[in-house]
């Protein structure tokens, strides 16, 4: 987590730098800080603690001013978030470094570096990156060698990007398991764990490869690969409009890309299905080698993703007839595991830069998979330059801390697989045009989902001075009851609980009483009667029900019993549609209670570390 950006230019660059950050806050915002060379040749520094805001906020009266700077936004994994410990860190007053990861000999090369006379001022395992690079630089020819030799000391998963007020036209940067591009522009040249930070000033990025170091200047980049070879990396254009990354009309990123839903499922699914058929090969110029080989898929991923994965398990074994496991993938990584032939591996990810799912894809490698399939957001991604195959989900930029529009693009991701992996198993095509006939009908669908926000934020009154929830559902719809649980914990800070309906009874049910509502998704499918005597015990117990029901399941309201009503799809896409009420709900449930939707405590929207 934490963001970077970097800017070595012809003009002032604080303003850059301010504005990046910004734009990087969803990776973390305890705290923020700032270090920009000035004409002087000194380096100004400064650092809050809290949000970008506050930065700014400090710098207003005094800006300091400079054609290279560097600026970081912090999640706090070494040291209480502080002004001491946040970024930038500096070794005596001439070399400042930012960095995102975690460097795991920090204990080592700490004593080392105190027994050498270096003095700390945090308690952040970065700092000793910055009197690493100062000691070498006292023997080094330039910053560049002192550089490399400073990294190749460093263990861990890190990007960097350090100055030094004797070299006042070189931003040195590397990357080693944490994401960083840079932008090219006329003249100047920029740096950022994103490159969302910095579409203001250019839609061009050069995306470094792992080991990669290089030296930005100005007029040139120079690029070193971990062999250290001089290498060339292409410059890509970035492809979506500045607007993606605005709030517009909306008043959190969150409700804008609840309400971008129909829009990116439909370019998720354009030019990949027919009226009535998954085209394979827009799954991969190998998918139909591959899809014929496969006898079981291993799911691998984190958070919402997990839940998008956990969905596609249900379709998988049903419609394919091919066994599938799902396990989150910091427990994955860490356990040895049995491999049946023909295993696919996939990952599914929004930011493909996940520090578990990256790390189970690297061990997947080594342990004989037949081969890694990635389904992810983010173009040139670790994921996606990692893996055999990838299957794009087209959501855009996701801002928004809680994942909402990725996780819909990857379940239709998801489904335009399972069918193309479901025909090479007997589907019959009649239902597989069934099937894509119903997909094309979702967007729509969604759209009218949307137009019950009012009613929805209406029904989240009733959740405001509630302590816990507990969400239910069963089948394929279990793992969306998970998901409402978590975007509801997440951003309301309320406690949500999910359950299989069916293991109500076995604990759960125990906790119970008025004060506990209980949200459910009822779609009509064939689990809807045992669903609905699941309520009823719920009912008994005096718990009060929200249930969102689709509209042939003739459900009503009732004492205690909150009916919403939502359209009726076939019950294998039901995942789909169920999530975006839960998504409202959770939502209107935030904005009642007065969080910060978009960037709630303690979170990150990317955790590209471990
Ligand atoms: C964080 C985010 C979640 C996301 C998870 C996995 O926890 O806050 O929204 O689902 O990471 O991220 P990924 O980018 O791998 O989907």
Redesign the pocket.
Known sequence: MCGIVGAVAQRNVQGILLEGLKRLEYRGYDSAGLAVLDDRGVIQRQREVGKVAALEEAITNDPPKGHMGIAHTRWATHGKPSAQNAHPHMSGDRLAVVHNGIIENFETLRSELQGEGFEFASETDTEVVAHLIEREYRKAANLTEAFHRAVALVHGAYALAVMHADEPESLLVARQGSPLVIGVGIGEHFVASDQLALLPVTDRFIYLAEGDTALVRSDSVRITDRDGKSVERPINRFEHSADAVEKGQYRHFMLKEIHEQPDVIRATLEGRVTESRVLERALGTEASELLGDIRHVQIV?????FHAGMVARYWIEELAGISCSVEVASEFRYRKHVIQDGTLFLTI???GE?AD?LAALRQARDAGFRAALAICNVPGSSLVRESDLVIMTHAGPEIG???TK?FTTQLTALFMFTLALARHNGLPETREAELVAALHQIPHQMEQILGLNAQIEALSEAFVDKHHSLFLGRGSLYPIAMEGALKLKEISYIHAEAYPAGELKHGPLALVDSEMPVVTVAPSNDLLEKLKSNLQEVRARGGELFVFADDETAMTDSEGTHVMTIPHTDPILAPMLCTLPLQLLSYHVAVLKGTDVDQPRN?????TVE
Not at 301 to 305: E, I, K, L, V
Not at 603 to 607: I, Y
Request: net charge positive; with cysteine; aromatic share 0%.
């Open positions: 991923a984190c958070g919402t993703s990810s929004q930011s996940t799912t801390v809680a994942s990725a979170l990150a929207k990317s955790v």
